[in-house]
């Protein structure tokens, strides 16, 4: 059973910073895509980030702003998220794929007050 077990969540103001952690196990982090995903409550889930290998993608409205990255000796991925705004309040869930294979966290609630 793939475990991803998410931490680091929590309430900020704008403009602060948090890290997400998502523990997993050696096997997943070497051959899937890892990512972080959120959704805002009455929105649809959204991919903020994610990786492969050392490559990453931003969804727009956070680049520049959050940095995904891993630590393959501790197997976790974390997001790192500055300059936090009250629109990234949301439930964050981290994310592996390898072909037909998907998994998901329990998520973490992130809220930004103003």
């Known amino acids: 059973q793939v475990q991803l077990v998410e931490s680091g969540g929590g309430l900020v103001q704008a403009g602060g910073s948090l890290r997400l952690s998502c523990a997993t196990s050696?096997?997943?982090?070497?051959?899937?895509?890892m990512g972080w995903y959120r959704q805002a409550p009455g929105k649809e889930r959204e991919l903020v980030a994610s990786?492969?290998?050392?490559?990453?993608t931003y969804v727009d409205s956070v680049n520049g702003r959050f940095t995904i990255s891993r630590d393959n000796a501790k197997n976790t991925v974390y997001l790192h998220m500055n300059s936090l705004k009250p629109g990234d309040t949301a439930v964050y869930y981290c994310?592996?794929?390898?072909?037909?294979?998907?998994?998901w966290g329990q998520g973490t609630q992130v809220t930004v007050s103003s």
């Open positions: 050696a096997c997943i982090l070497s051959v899937a895509t």
């Open positions: 990786i492969l290998g050392y490559t990453t």
């Open positions: 994310n592996s794929k390898y072909y037909k294979q998907v998994y």
